[in-house]
């Protein structure tokens, strides 16, 4: 008896039938959108409408839907993003080249709280179990942070803080962690000159974020150009946190003979502290006790189509809630900012944010360029063609609510509600300066993914799209891509993340967490360098 060969006693499976092409249009009066499925589309492929693409197309990527001529508006969320560099084709790639970038808007005659605000009904009942402190603010953690006023200093913290983590914490089951806040600032800088106010209060107020419970811990040199009394003026630190002083440990104080007798000074001074943190617990408090910070980074075209606009419908949420968002990165918002003034709850509100813009453009052109340096070759690879459609997807993180006020780089948060903190967009200086304002909670959004982490708080991160979300399953802590394939709504993933932000505020970790993984403070000093 023979047999057939294997190949052909084993049926082949019957391949299955590529997706439907399918792109994602913002607007009725868009004249392009992105493809949608994994991969891109060929040359050839038909959409629903009959549309044809005349070449290949990237996933995230934008087709022309109707034939655009050359030096006509190209409209992405109904907002020119530029004029066609040359005539294009229905079905033709819109690549990075083929759209010229606008001049900034100007910052004069901007509408001013003309966006009827309608007062959004409140949202009771919602709670997390979190860590009341003596000055009245809330945190989701319980750490010792141990500030530091020079990088000088910052290798004998690493040491210690090693030590302490095996030695003295595993004593106090109440705290999560111990961190050192160490940075590159200090010393070897223009002290006083403008602009050098802005790394010195972000140290101070980082040292009093509502994790840490007002147990201040100081490290300094002792040489440094940023004294501690420079850092910590008496007055900075509530009565309330630490009886108004900050427990200090000088390496070059005459008492220290050697290096281990600087790491033992420094340990003894932590026991102490973390004797403190030890005693308090989680308590339940209500959801406007949260401080939510929000930003993105590797963004790409979905960016602006599922995570961030989940993350606006999530926004009002925690609004009506009476909890405080804030949302920053002022290139990555400069191009909206006639959208954000008629957004403004008072002139003076609009007046602070158009004065912060006009800051940063003149920092900017200090430097040689303007707000086109923004956008990378990841952003780019992802479909945003520059930093004006960038801008248009990174402002619906900030949901419809009105913007109640605004922050400067590096100050601290005096008001609840929805709030502009200006920031560069640097994910890590973004982060450092939303930590010193005294968010208690992150949420990042990624197209292109990033590890990115914090040390002081959680970092909640979510993906824009399905294919990131399963690649990297123990990075990302949500899925917004369900948005584009149609198996959720914006409304669906934004109460989703509202959940999540409750459960993560009552100590369950994020993958972040759970990895260890977390950026360096990133200070932003705009003053020089000696």
Same mark, same amino acid.
């Given at each position: 008896m ?9 049926s082949?499976?019957?391949?299955s ?5 399918? #792109?994602?249009?913002m607007?009725d ?6 493809v949608v ?5 060929p ?15 990237? &996933? ?15 409209l992405r969320?109904n907002?020119?993003?530029g ?7 229905a ?10 970038m606008?001049?900034a ?9 003309t966006?009827?605000q ?10 997390f179990?979190? #860590?009341?402190?003596?000055d =009245? ?9 141990i500030t530091t006023?020079? &990088?000088?200093?910052a ?9 302490i983590k095996a030695?003295?914490l ?8 111990v961190?050192?806040?160490e940075h590159? #600032?200090g $010393?070897g ?5 403008p602009?050098a106010?802005?790394?010195i209060?972000?140290?101070?107020n980082?040292?009093?974020?509502p ?6 811990? !100081?490290?300094?040199?002792g040489c440094?150009? !940023? &004294?501690?009394?420079?850092?910590f003026?008496?007055?900075?630190i509530? /009565? ?10 000088c390496?070059? %104080? ?5 290096? *281990?007798? *600087?790491?033992a ?10 004797a &403190?943190?030890?005693?308090r617990?989680?308590?339940t $408090? ?7 910070g929000?930003q $993105?980074?590797?963004s790409d075209?979905? +960016?602006?189509v599922t995570a961030?606009?989940a ?5 009002? !949420? ?9 949302f920053?990165?002022?290139t990555?918002?400069?191009d @909206?900012? %006639?959208?954000?003034?008629?957004r403004a709850a ?7 944010m ?5 800051? #940063? ?5 200090r @430097?040689?360029?303007?707000r086109?340096?923004n956008?990378?070759?990841g952003?780019?690879?992802?479909g945003l ?8 997807g990174? /402002?619906?993180?900030?949901?419809s609510?009105?913007i +109640? ?7 601290k ?7 502009y903190?200006a ?11 939303q930590?010193?304002?005294g ?5 990042f959004t990624t197209?292109? =993914? ?10 909640i ?6 294919e990131l979300?399963k690649?990297?399953? %123990?990075?990302?802590d949500? %899925?917004?891509?369900?948005i584009? +394939?149609?198996?959720? +709504?914006i ?8 959940? *999540?932000?409750?459960?993560v505020?009552?100590?369950r970790?994020?993958?972040a ?7 360096a ?7 020089p360098?000696?």
């Amino acid at each position: 008896m023979t047999t057939a060969p294997l190949a052909a006693a084993v049926s082949a499976p019957t391949p299955s039938p590529s997706p439907m092409p399918r #792109y994602i249009r913002m607007h009725d009066n868009d004249n392009v959108a992105i493809v949608v499925n994994d991969g891109g589309l060929p040359a050839g492929a038909v959409f629903g409408d009959g549309l044809v693409l005349r070449e290949a197309v990237p &996933q995230g990527h934008k087709v022309a839907l109707v034939d655009i001529a050359a030096g006509a508006p190209v409209l992405r969320y109904n907002v020119a993003i530029g004029t066609a560099a040359r005539a294009l084709a229905a079905g033709s790639w819109i690549a990075e080249a083929e759209v010229v970038m606008p001049a900034a808007r100007g910052l004069e005659n901007l509408p001013v709280g003309t966006r009827g605000q309608q007062a959004l009904e409140p949202l009771e009942g919602y709670t997390f179990e979190g #860590y009341r402190n003596a000055d =009245g603010s809330v945190g989701t953690r319980n750490i010792l942070a141990i500030t530091t006023t020079v &990088q000088c200093v910052a290798g004998v913290v690493e040491h210690a803080v090693a030590r302490i983590k095996a030695e003295l914490l595993p004593k106090y089951p109440n705290v999560d962690d111990v961190v050192g806040l160490e940075h590159t #600032y200090g $010393c070897g800088v223009a002290i006083d000159a403008p602009g050098a106010e802005i790394p010195i209060r972000t140290v101070r107020n980082i040292s009093m974020n509502p994790n840490f419970g007002g147990q201040a811990m !100081l490290v300094s040199l002792g040489c440094e150009k !940023l &004294q501690p009394a420079r850092l910590f003026p008496k007055g900075s630190i509530p /009565i309330a946190n630490n009886g108004g002083e900050v427990a200090h440990v000088c390496l070059q %104080d005459q008492a220290h003979v050697g290096f *281990m007798s *600087m790491v033992a000074s420094i340990m003894q001074t932590a026991d102490r502290q973390l004797a &403190q943190l030890d005693l308090r617990r989680r308590e339940t $408090c209500p959801a406007s006790e949260l401080v939510v910070g929000m930003q $993105c980074g590797g963004s790409d075209a979905f +960016s602006g189509v599922t995570a961030n606009p989940a993350l606006g419908f999530a926004t009002d !949420l925690l609004v009506r809630a009476g909890a405080t968002v804030m949302f920053s990165e002022t290139t990555e918002v400069r191009d @909206g900012i %006639d959208q954000l003034t008629a957004r403004a709850a008072s002139p003076a509100v609009a007046e602070a944010m158009i004065a912060q813009m006009a800051w #940063y453009d003149a920092y900017l052109t200090r @430097g040689g360029v303007d707000r086109s340096a923004n956008t990378t070759p990841g952003n780019k690879k992802g479909g945003l063609s520059n930093i004006v459609e960038k801008a248009m997807g990174s /402002i619906v993180k900030s949901g419809s609510s009105a913007i +109640s006020g605004v922050l400067a780089p590096g100050e601290k948060l005096t008001r609840k509600g929805l709030i502009y903190a200006a920031t560069p967009a640097s994910d890590f200086i973004c982060g450092t300066l939303q930590l010193a304002a005294g968010m208690n909670l992150h949420v990042f959004t990624t197209g292109r =993914g990033t590890p990115y982490g914090l040390a002081a708080v959680p970092v909640i991160k979510v993906a824009t799209r399905t294919e990131l979300a399963k690649r990297w399953h %123990d990075l990302m802590d949500l %899925d917004a891509g369900t948005i584009a +394939s149609g198996e959720a +709504s914006i409304a669906d993933v934004g109460w989703e993340l509202f959940h *999540m932000l409750l459960a993560v505020a009552s100590g369950r970790k994020t993958w972040a967490e759970q990895w260890k993984l977390h950026n360096a403070l990133v200070l932003f000093n705009p003053a020089p360098v000696t």
